[in-house]
């Protein structure tokens, strides 16, 4: 019988993480640990996690005294996991009730390393399920739609996946990860995509994410070295494509450097206080060598979005930076 192991980071949280614990808790199968990794929380996390802790024995607490991220905070809750699978849950999402019932049984038909289940995204007050494929689907040979998939849209394997704990302790590298801030879930799922022997992608939703303004990855904040976090990405993405060695993907990786580009350009102008602060910041950009050599292949292909890339290019920031102030409230 499948034995689950579900790790918590927890950063100032303490408005949704009694809901998240309640949805491990209310779980149809019941062979699991629930370990809650407080990353030094300033707020009251620590004090609600340690009530529930004492309302279930499969409640695991881990008390962090320094903030290291929630990298780190995943692999300390992961070194000390005993189950078969990892899955890892935000402190400010939740679990559907039948989520390890629905996962125990495609691994018992499957065997897999890894089993991937979409989002559930809630829009207009109604749930639906952010679907990546249309069916099922069982990667063992061939991922390259799986990879072509991870680098154009983003699927992660870190956030929405019941990780086999050998392969996932085996290339845990949360550690060499401490200079990244922006990323770590692409960065993680980078070597587990590229290791496991088979990848089940299945079409249930099971992972609910619950909107939290204020979260980490919701927060706009310009910092002069955000687009640098992006060329690391794109440094350490560029190394696994040599392992893929998949000529195709090359494609789909310039795809996500421009995509990144023009994100990143939009996101920090948004966030910026004025206009040296913002012209500074898209330099990072402009200069940047995988950015120009998208930009030459043609890339990105819509429009609006060609419109930014063209004057990063050509180094017109301040131009740049009043377009997207002026446009900032229409959708590019």
Not at 64 to 91: C, I, M
Not at 160 to 187: H, K, N, P, T, V
């Amino acid at each position: 019988m499948t034995k689950f192991s579900i790790v918590v980071p927890i950063y100032n949280v303490e408005e949704y993480i009694e809901d998240c614990v309640n949805s491990v808790l209310r779980q149809t199968y019941t062979n699991f640990e629930l370990l809650l990794v407080n990353d030094a929380s300033p707020d009251s996390s620590l004090a609600i996690i340690t009530r529930l802790s004492k309302l279930d024995n499969r409640i695991i607490v881990i008390d962090k005294r320094k903030n290291e991220g929630v990298a780190l905070a995943r692999s300390t809750g992961l070194s000390q996991a005993l189950g078969d699978f990892v899955l890892y849950l935000d402190g400010d999402d939740q679990l559907v009730p039948k989520a390890l019932e629905i996962l125990s049984k495609k691994i018992e038909s499957s065997n897999p390393d890894i089993v991937i289940y979409p989002k559930i995204k809630e829009r207009d007050g109604k749930k639906y399920v952010k679907s990546y494929f249309s069916e099922e689907i069982l990667f063992i040979d061939n991922k390259k739609e799986l990879l072509d998939g991870f680098l154009r849209y983003g699927y992660f394997v870190i956030g929405f996946a019941a990780i086999r704990r050998e392969l996932a302790l085996e290339y845990d590298f949360a550690d060499e990860l401490r200079s990244i801030w922006i990323g770590e879930d692409l960065l993680q799922s980078l070597p587990l995509l590229t290791y496991a022997q088979s990848i089940l992608y299945i079409t249930e939703g099971i992972y609910v994410i619950t909107y939290n303004p204020n979260s980490v990855t919701r927060n706009r904040v310009l910092r002069k070295d955000r687009y640098l976090q992006a060329i690391k990405t794109h440094e350490i993405i560029e190394y696994y494509l040599s392992l893929w060695k998949i000529k195709e993907l090359e494609a789909s990786f310039q795809f996500h450097v421009m995509k990144d580009a023009v994100e990143y350009a939009l996101e920090g102008i948004w966030s910026a206080n004025n206009l040296k602060e913002g012209v500074e910041y898209l330099k990072t950009i402009g200069t940047d060598k995988r950015f120009i050599k998208s930009y030459s292949l043609g890339y990105p292909h819509d429009k609006k979005m060609r419109l930014i890339a063209f004057l990063l290019k050509n180094r017109r920031y301040t131009l740049v930076y009043y377009l997207i102030k002026i446009k900032e409230r229409i959708a590019f």
